[in-house]
């Protein structure tokens, strides 16, 4: 047998478009410092971890979260944001209509529940629900709550989401601003209110 007949190529396996989302998000975080933790890869979960991350709805107390402050949540191996917003967070929202590339979530490149097509992305106007993925590369944005000018924001900035890998901002609803990388609004996940003080995520009654 000669040398080039026993020589091979190996080429590598594709990586599926799960892994390539969380390596891209996992990547741009560390490269720029912002303490984002990276959720684990679907193979290192324990069981019950493996059906939430394939699915499985999952159930969230939400009484604890106070005004201003947001909890995050794993669902489907994606991170879930739940910002309870003060009345100047909402009053924000109006404030910024004419800055945003999508102010009314008419673009369809991402499913949008139809009780997410207002104003406030949400079915009570005090909590946002959305997956906390840029739409651009799909890194994780850092929450800037706070309003007024600050690096790398404008200085009539209302606070939102900033995206510190290619700078794309998002508002307090997650709608992305114009002229950014991003080009959509964050994804806004199926999900009903079991009572006043919990969260269904990854299931509605739309059915």
């Known amino acids: 047998m000669s040398d080039a007949q026993a020589t091979s190529t190996f ?8 892994k390539r989302t969380w390596l891209l998000a996992t990547s741009c975080a560390g490269a720029v410092g912002a303490g984002f933790i990276a959720v684990p890869f679907v193979g290192s979960f324990t069981p019950s971890e493996k059906a939430k991350a394939a699915g499985a709805a999952v159930e969230v107390d939400i009484s604890g979260i106070q005004p201003g402050e947001m ?20 009053a924000s929202l109006k404030q910024v209509e004419g800055e945003l ?15 997410a097509k207002n104003a406030w992305r949400s079915i009570k106007d005090e909590f946002l629900v959305v997956i906390g993925i ?13 309003a007024g000018a600050q690096p790398s924001l404008p200085d009539n900035w209302q606070g939102g989401f900033f995206c510190p890998c290619h700078g794309s901002t998002f508002d307090l609803a997650g709608r992305v601003f114009k ?5 959509d ?7 009903t209110y079991l009572s ?8 509605d009654n739309q059915a």
Request: charged share 25%; hydrophobic share 30%; proline share 14%.
């Open 179 to 183: 002229n950014k990388p991003a080009p």
């Open 185 to 191: 609004n964050l994804e806004v996940p199926a999900y």
């Open 101 to 115: 590339a999508d102010p009314n979530s008419d673009r369809t490149a991402l499913p949008i529940p139809t009780y």
């Open 196 to 203: 006043d003080s919990k969260l269904l995520i990854g299931e």
């Open 11 to 18: 080429t590598p396996a594709p990586l599926d478009s799960s």
């Open 134 to 146: 840029c739409t651009h590369l799909g890194c994780s944005p850092v929450e800037k709550f706070k």
């Open 71 to 90: 909890k995050t949540v794993e669902w489907r191996g994606k991170p879930v944001w739940i910002l309870r917003r003060t009345p100047e967070m909402l």
